[in-house]
Nanobody, 124 residues
Framework: QFALVESGGGLVQPGGSLRLSCAPS????????IGWFRQAPGKEREGVSF????????EYGDSVKGRFIISQDKAKNMVYLQMNNLKFEDTGTYYC?????????????????WGQGIQVTVSS
């Protein structure tokens, strides 16, 4: 077990941007796939994006394609989620998680370590 710590959330107006960070503690970011998931009030948790352990494969949920960018910084041992053109429906608690399935997946069953979550609120 190791910890994942999210940061960078907050309140932003529609059309604005935020960058979320995920810091795995005690494990190299390039040894596991990292995924971002979110949960809005009253809704199930959904996959937002993931990046493979080698950083070569990235995938995005349909609702964020073209607006969000996931990236990996091996030197800093961090994974980032750049969120642009934010919409009201992007509001929710965002979680980063790690998977031993190195190619990555949106299947949450393959993610064994989860962060505590961080709030993102898009509001005018």
């Amino acid at each position: 077990q190791f910890a994942l710590v999210e940061s960078g959330g907050g309140l932003v107006q529609p059309g604005g941007s935020l960058r979320l960070s995920c810091a795995p503690s005690g494990v190299a970011v390039n040894s596991r796939a990292i995924g971002w998931f979110r949960q809005a009030p009253g809704k199930e948790r959904e996959g937002v994006s993931f990046i493979s352990s080698d950083g070569r494969r990235t995938e995005y949920g349909d609702s964020v394609k073209g607006r969000f960018i996931i990236s990996q910084d091996k030197a800093k041992n961090m994974v980032y989620l750049q969120m642009n053109n934010l919409k009201f429906e992007d509001t929710g608690t965002y979680y980063c998680a790690s998977s031993a399935l190195k190619i990555g997946t949106f299947d949450q069953r393959f993610y064994g370590n989860w962060g505590q979550g961080i709030q993102v609120t898009v509001s005018s």
